[in-house]
């Protein structure tokens, strides 16, 4: 597609199930992100990959928070034993190299994720 | 560490008024400056960016900031706002050479009354 694509646009979950969030970049885009928005609250950086591999996770929160991207494309992000403060829109975004190394991203639509 | 505050967190204009929408940034480092715009339903969307030179840049729809450097600021302005221009903009910040990580603001909801 032509633009950031991310599944499912909205996930209800019961408190301590796993949830897996998807990501289809831009194609040719190497470098992939994952931010967090909170109701009222601006995105929130978590993790950036360049290629395959994570450049930068220090915004994931606690070790239930895991990102792979495994052929340096799609990206899943994964959610172990949710709870209700998870309740966010994860936002995923791509760019060029160039454009990551200014910080002009191309975002998707989100992931919204409610943890009754 | 950086940071960014968005000073007022919604704006009320009437359409073809000016509007301002405040950004000050802290950081001890060079940052590049980024103003995003969220329309009702849709993804991040870049508006304008700063990244060196003029101090004064242009965007998409007629919205313009100016890096003011002593003042730590980013203000976006448009001297004309259409309805079509409703939507959450966020300020941002991204340190040079770290990968495109950006620091965004609390946003500001800008709503165009006719």
């Known amino acids: 597609g032509a633009g950031v694509s991310q599944t499912p646009s909205n996930k209800v979950t019961e408190k301590g199930k796993y949830v897996e969030l998807r990501c289809d970049p831009i194609s040719g885009h190497t470098a992939l992100y994952w931010y967090r928005q909170s109701l009222g609250q601006g995105p929130e950086f978590l993790i950036y990959f360049q290629g395959t591999g994570a450049a930068d996770d220090s915004g994931l929160p606690n070790d239930r928070f895991f990102a792979v991207r495994p052929e340096g494309s799609v990206s899943t992000l994964k959610i172990q034993r949710t709870e209700r403060g998870d309740s966010a829109v994860y936002l995923c975004?791509?760019?060029?190299?160039?454009?990551?190394?200014?910080?002009?991203?191309?975002f998707g639509e989100g992931s919204r994720l409610t943890v009754l | 560490a950086q940071s960014v505050t968005q000073l007022d967190s919604q704006v009320p204009v009437f359409e073809e008024a000016p509007v301002e929408l405040r950004c000050n940034y802290s950081?001890?480092?060079?940052?590049?400056l980024f103003w995003y715009v969220q329309y009702p339903n849709q993804g991040l969307q870049l508006l304008l960016k700063y990244l060196s030179g003029s101090t004064l840049v242009k965007g998409i729809n007629g919205f313009e900031a100016e890096f003011n450097k002593s003042q730590t600021s980013f203000h976006l302005r448009k001297p004309s706002v259409h309805i079509s221009d409703t939507a959450e903009y966020f300020c941002?910040?991204?340190?040079?050479?770290?990968?495109?990580?950006?620091?965004f603001g609390q946003g500001t909801e800008l709503s165009v009354k006719p």
């Open positions: 941002a910040v991204s340190v040079q050479n770290q990968g495109g990580k950006l620091i």
């Open positions: 950081s001890s480092v060079s940052v590049y």
């Open positions: 975004a791509s760019s060029t190299n160039g454009g990551a190394n200014t910080g002009e991203l191309f």
